[in-house]
């Protein structure tokens, strides 16, 4: 079996689950299925292009303000979320995120 015939079962069980257990919440909001495009910045970018024009929608590109390049297509409440993230802005993040050891919130009461 194949990792995309296991996600599509998955996706299915959890829809069936879902159908026949109605206690069970789900999402109040959007929620998306979120599908990473690695390699450069060129390889990933013409990933999500392929995605997008199979998905028939734009690209959206939100690199020149620090974010990602992305195709979005929506089916209801659920997105389909092809992204790519620059190496220039993963390199940003990652080096924020080196000092989250180093920065402990002060958790007493004034």
Request: overall charge negative.
């Amino acid at each position: 079996m194949t990792h995309r015939t296991e996600f599509i079962n998955g996706l299915h069980a959890l829809a069936d689950y879902l159908d026949t257990n109605p206690a069970v919440p789900v999402p109040e909001f959007r929620t998306d299925v979120l599908v990473h495009a690695h390699g450069t910045d060129a390889a990933a970018f013409a990933e999500v292009e392929r995605v997008a024009a199979l998905l028939g929608v734009p690209v959206s590109d939100d690199t020149a303000r620090g974010g990602h390049y992305k195709a979005i297509r929506t089916f209801g409440p659920v997105e389909y979320r092809c992204i790519a993230i620059p190496v220039a802005v993963m390199a940003v993040h990652r080096a924020g995120q080196s000092y989250a050891e180093s920065v402990v919130p002060d958790t007493e009461a004034a």
